[in-house]
């Protein structure tokens, strides 16, 4: 995956059974590049409230809608990414990634959602077998 600067894009890329995966950004023009340019609308965007962390998507190839179990994993993967790790059960808003647009003239990293819901998740790595780009 690429931004139109031609620079990678890094993220953390989590495999998961079915052909789902989450892909969550690793600096805040990672983040902008995933969630305005790399994401399918259909895919789910998800991060931690109220604090820093990555934006992270869930998607599947098929764009099938995602268990319930799917969307916790991808909201606990958005807390582990994030200053929340080490905290508790954590508040992860997530929406379709359509749902997700930037304000004119804001930082990178910030962006605007709306139709979202809130999950509470406990911070975690869906597994071990992480990816990196």
């Known amino acids: 995956m690429k931004t139109p600067e031609s620079n990678p894009l890094r993220v953390n890329r989590y495999a998961l059974p079915d052909g789902w995966e989450i892909l969550a950004g690793k600096s805040d023009r990672d983040n902008d590049a995933l969630s305005l340019i790399g994401a399918h609308p259909a895919d789910w965007w998800f991060h931690v409230k109220g604090m820093p ?30 200053k929340a790790r ?3 059960i954590t508040a992860v808003s997530c929406t379709r990634a359509g749902r997700v647009s930037k304000p004119r003239g804001a ?27």
């Not at 990293?109 to 077998?129: N, Q």
């Open 86 to 88: 080490n905290g508790g």
């Open 53 to 82: 962390g990555s934006h992270v998507i869930l998607r599947h190839p098929e764009h099938l809608e995602p268990s319930r179990e799917l969307l916790e994993c991808a909201a606990a993967t958005a807390a582990w990414h994030s």
């Open 107 to 133: 930082k990178a990293g910030t962006v605007h959602i709306t139709k979202a819901r809130v999950l509470k998740v406990r911070p975690a790595c869906p597994d071990s077998r992480e990816h990196h780009e």
